[in-house]
Structure formats: structure tokens, C-alpha cells
């Protein structure tokens, strides 16, 4: 039994290893993103938001299968993975505001507009809230805290934004 438990064990290290060196590399080519490139499409925003969006879901993967191997990882791993969360937060935040800054006509004018920005909306507000809690789980010193407040000021900026932009676009249809 002893055995089984180990193999098991020994497997499940191995995939949160694996998938933590993926996060890894999904933040990296997010990151490089954001300094390079402006998004300048709705379809371009949608698969930059699925990608992040992956990030996100393989965090919550490996936040998952944490406590069951956590004795097996090294130690600062969940700030690790937190730390991992934030940074993906930033570049996403970052090349959002660019996009909601200097929006197209197709999303601010077009029939679905008005769902689109409002879950935008509300999913940065979400994130807004929890913010701070993120940061000090994670551990973070306050030379990167202070850093990160840029981020927590370009979400308020894009929560305003959006705010702004659903005031001009064209209300959800109700009734045909």
C-alpha cells in the first residue's frame, strides 16, 4: 500500500513540477507580450484573454494538487505559484488597459458590446478586491508591492474605462 501511495505521490510531484514549469513559460511569452506588442483587435484581446485565462485555470490546477505534495515540493512554493499569479495579473492588466484605452468601433459600437464590457467589468473589479489579500500571501517585500501598484492602479483605470464605454455602447437587446 505504502508503495502505491508513493508511486502515486511521486507522479503527482512530477505533474505539478511539469505544469509549474508550463506557467512558467505561459507567464514569460504573456510577459514579453505586454512589453512589446498592443493589441488592436477584439479578436486579438479574445485570444490573449483565453491565454490568460489558461494561465489562470493551470494555477488553480496546480493550487489544486498543492496540498496533497506539498510536503514533496520545495519550500515557498505556494508564494511561489501566488508570486506566478500576480505577475500574470500585471502583464494581462497591463496589455488590457492599452486595449481599453484606444478601444475599436466594432467593440464599443456593435450589438454585443454591452456584455462583453460589462463582464470585463466586473471581472476586474473582482481582481481589484482581492488584490491586496494576493499580495500578502505571497510575501512579496515592499520594493515589489510598490512596484505592483501600478497594476492595481491600471485595473482602477480599466474598471473606469469600462464603466465609460458602457455608457456609449448599445444596451442589450431584451425583446426582438
Known amino acids: 500500500m505504502t508503495t502505491s501511495f508513493s508511486t502515486s505521490t511521486r507522479r503527482d510531484v512530477q505533474i505539478v513540477i511539469g505544469m509549474s514549469r508550463t506557467l512558467a ?3 514569460t511569452a504573456l510577459q514579453r507580450q505586454s512589453s512589446s506588442k498592443v493589441i488592436e483587435t477584439f479578436l486579438h484581446y479574445k485570444k ?22 506539498e510536503e514533496s515540493l520545495p519550500k515557498g512554493f505556494n508564494q511561489w505559484v501566488i508570486r506566478a499569479k500576480l505577475k500574470a495579473l500585471s502583464a494581462f492588466t ?4 492599452g486595449f481599453f484605452s484606444n478601444p475599436p468601433l466594432t467593440l464599443t459600437h456593435s450589438l454585443g458590446a454591452w456584455d462583453i ?10 481582481v481589484n478586491g482581492y488584490f491586496d489579500m494576493m499580495i500578502f500571501e505571497a510575501g512579496i517585500d515592499d520594493k ?33
Not at 464590457?117 to 473582482?126: H, K, N, P, Q, R
Request: glycine share 4%; aromatic share 6%.
Open 48 to 69: 490573449v484573454r483565453e491565454n490568460y485565462l489558461g494561465i489562470q485555470s493551470l494555477i488553480f490546477s496546480i493550487e489544486e494538487r498543492f496540498p496533497k505534495v
Open 144 to 176: 515589489t508591492a510598490d512596484a505592483l501598484e501600478a497594476t492595481r492602479i491600471e485595473i482602477e483605470q480599466i474598471v473606469g474605462m469600462l464603466d465609460n464605454l458602457l455608457k456609449s455602447s448599445p444596451k442589450r437587446l431584451e425583446e426582438f
Open 94 to 97: 497591463h496589455l488590457s488597459h
Open 25 to 27: 513559460d505561459d507567464i
Open 117 to 126: 464590457l460589462s463582464d470585463e467589468m466586473t471581472a476586474f473589479g473582482v
